[in-house]
């Protein structure tokens, strides 16, 4: 029976647990801001808990410190950060008006993001696949904190009743746990890009996300958001004509 520990050092780094724990103290500042109805505030933090997230497991890897302790603290930091957080940001400011399924839309939300979370570390340690199975729960609370920065950006500063906020929270919970492949961005090795060629395209998308930050935001994780269903949409469609165009020389 293989283990994680097996292929993973114990020893506990410092350097990687502080990015860690920076973005339980978001995720935890997110709650409270919540609370106090701070919701821009809640979701700014909730965004920079993502940066955190992303951060720790690469200065882990660029410094050789990474370790089954840190790996178990950071699945435990991110069920706070990205599944209690943004479902309580989206209770308090889009979910309290419909009763009983509001708050059952979100439980649900806190419910799938500890499942992903679960399936994630079961399956780290059997494949290398480079992209994700299903949505990650970063990405998922940051669609949630990308919604409220794009309502503040059209006027509306206060708690929202809208059935589409109700049902985006549904569709995250779905996403999370489903089979659909989202791009991880780790390597770009497979594509055909020269390097200047993404500094470019990094310059560019930064002045468009400087310029517009929360139109930018929230549209850049919406597209992220449908890649996964799309990019399976695609795949079945290849996959038919594939089985046609055999199916039709047999017959030949």
């Known amino acids: 029976m293989t283990d994680n520990s097996q292929n993973m050092d ?5 350097l990687p647990c502080m990015f860690t724990l920076a973005s339980l103290f978001c995720g935890f500042y997110a709650i409270v801001s919540a609370i106090n109805g701070e919701f821009k505030t ?19 890897r660029m410094t050789h410190s990474t370790s ?21 940001l989206a209770f308090l400011w889009a979910l309290h008006p419909y009763g ?12 799938m993001t500890s499942l992903r979370l679960a399936r994630f570390n079961s399956q780290d340690a059997k494949s290398e696949s480079k992209n994700f199975v299903g949505l990650p729960c970063p ?6 904190s990308a919604s409220v920065l794009f309502c503040h950006f059209l006027g509306i500063t206060g708690e929202v009743q809208h059935i589409s906020l109700l049902l985006l929270v549904y569709l995250l919970s ?5 089979t659909h492949t989202y791009c991880s ?23 468009l996300v400087a310029a517009e930050p929360q139109i930018m935001i929230f549209s850049l994780f919406l597209i992220y958001l449908a890649s996964g269903p799309v990019y399976g949409l695609v795949r079945k469609i290849r996959l038919s004509k594939k089985l046609s165009l055999s199916f039709k020389k047999k017959e030949h």
């Open 10 to 14: 114990n020893r506990f780094y410092p």
């Open 42 to 60: 809640s979701a700014i933090a909730i965004l920079v808990a993502s940066i955190f997230d992303a951060l720790d497991g690469r200065v882990a």
């Open 68 to 88: 089954q302790f840190g790996a178990e603290l950071d699945s435990l930091c991110d069920m706070v950060s990205f599944g209690v957080s943004p479902a309580v």
């Open 100 to 111: 009983r399924y509001g708050w059952l839309a979100a439980f649900l939300y806190v419910a």
């Open 139 to 144: 990405a998922a609370a940051a669609m949630i």
């Open 174 to 178: 779905y996403l999370m746990v489903s």
């Open 185 to 207: 961005f780790k390597e770009v090795s497979g594509l055909k890009i020269k390097p200047f060629q993404i500094l470019i395209g990094f310059l560019l998308l930064f002045i």
